[in-house]
């Protein structure tokens, strides 16, 4: 434990305390400073109210704040190293999870326990939103007013919306206690793989983007157990691939839907699905939810990544060189990326597949592609960076990493 050293966020923490609210002042968790990892590469050229039948979500201890701020010359302090607790994901009985492993890893030290994944109903509340607007895009709430973030987060209140897994049917049935995720990316490299049953062997299987599986099923299989996205990158993959075949999203009975959220748009899009009602603003005002999610829009099947999560992905796991440039704002971790290591932190094992590997060139960008498309790369997004990271949890025995030749 240390003693917080910034004065403003001391007196934030106190007035958390007097509005006897979410957190707690006065202490913070360390584990440490971050390693100089080998992967760290330059960056690449380029109201209230439930659903059907939602079950209450249950009291919540209070949380304290986790983590540390990293060394100036590592981690600048405006990028936020300072995260809410929740123990939600500690739970796991398996003997052999990766949280079990990865005291053994470099990873030791940049991975925090209780750090929170996803938000629901318990973090609609104002000294969280005082704390959150500190940062923008994905990682904070900065952009996004109090009432948008509070008429969505307030019907996250089913107790499915904040833990990733209901009830394990193998454990229940006397099996395994380890929960096996099959992560699934849309890299070529799984073009004529053949992996489709191994991935549907799987006890859940993570999908994002564009996520065909019909007339593709012997290589990419046909469950979808969570499909990740944001409304930006949804609307883009429906609009790029359509004539791929990427019409609808995955809408089955195991389907759920998670968000990442980059934008108010999100926080609108999840309202206007779980009050059954139309987008009532900004650029998808009048879309209709069931024509994304299907007709059953309960609470259950939806779920959102905290902005803790994201900005820790960003700043412990995938701290890209564009984070020392005055365009450090246009940065945050892939869709992909960031689904993969919400697996690392729930799931006990984890198999990725369709993700980025050295020999990238051989294949085309997508598996889905008629005809080869080389690879492209954005500033926003740091892809070799997330190769090498991909690279090192295998290496680790963190992940095991479906590769080819």
């Not at 007097?18 to 360390?30: D, E, I, M, N, V």
């Not at 059907?52 to 701020?69: C, E, K």
């Not at 895009?137 to 019907?155: I, K, N, S, Y």
């Not at 990158?233 to 990442?260: V, W």
Request: net charge positive; with cysteine; aromatic share 12%.
């Amino acid at each position: 434990m240390i003693r917080l050293r910034s004065r403003a966020l001391c007196w934030a923490l106190l007035g958390a305390v007097t509005l006897g609210l979410l957190y707690q002042a006065g202490t913070c968790y360390s584990r440490g400073s971050f390693p100089s990892f080998s992967y760290r590469d330059p960056l690449g050229a380029h109201q209230p109210g439930a659903g059907a039948g939602a079950g209450a979500m249950p009291a919540q201890p209070p949380a304290t704040l986790l983590g540390s701020r990293a060394p100036s010359s590592t981690l600048q302090p405006f990028l936020g190293d300072l995260y809410g607790r929740d123990e939600t994901h500690r739970s796991s009985r398996c003997p052999s999870g990766i949280r079990k492993r990865i005291a053994s890893t470099k990873f030791s030290s940049v991975f925090l326990e209780a750090i929170p994944v996803l938000q629901w109903a318990r973090h609609a509340q104002p000294a969280e939103y005082r704390r959150l607007r500190s940062y923008g895009g994905a990682h904070g709430w900065q952009e996004v007013g109090w009432p948008v973030v509070r008429d969505a987060l307030t019907r996250l209140n089913a107790s499915a919306n904040g833990r990733m897994f209901d009830a394990h049917p193998r454990a229940a049935a006397g099996g395994s206690p380890c929960v096996r995720c099959a992560v699934v990316g849309n890299g070529g490299i799984l073009n004529g793989s053949q992996a489709g049953a191994a991935i549907d062997r799987h006890d859940y299987v993570f999908r994002t983007n564009g996520a065909l599986t019909k007339g593709f099923e012997r290589d990419v299989g046909r469950r979808t157990s969570f499909y990740v996205f944001s409304t930006n990158t949804m609307m883009n993959s429906l609009h790029n691939y359509a004539s791929n075949g990427f019409r609808q999203l995955p809408q089955t009975l195991e389907t759920r839907y998670i968000f990442l959220p980059d934008h108010d748009r999100d926080y609108l899009q999840l309202r206007a699905a779980l009050t059954h009602r139309p987008v009532d603003r900004g650029p998808d005002e009048g879309a209709r939810p069931e024509r994304y999610f299907g007709k059953d829009l309960r609470a259950e099947k939806f779920k959102m990544f905290h902005p803790d999560f994201i900005r820790y992905v960003r700043n412990r796991f995938l701290r890209s060189s564009i984070l020392d440039t005055p365009q450090w704002r246009l940065y945050r971790p892939s869709t992909g990326a960031v689904m993969l290591l919400a697996a690392l932190h729930t799931c006990d094992e984890v198999s990725a597949y369709g993700f980025i590997t050295p020999n990238y060139r051989a294949y085309s960008e997508h598996y889905f592609d008629p005809t080869h498309k080389a690879l492209r790369f954005y500033a926003n997004h740091d892809l070799r960076l997330e190769m090498s990271l991909w690279q090192e949890l295998h290496q680790s025995r963190l992940i095991t990493l479906h590769t080819r030749g």
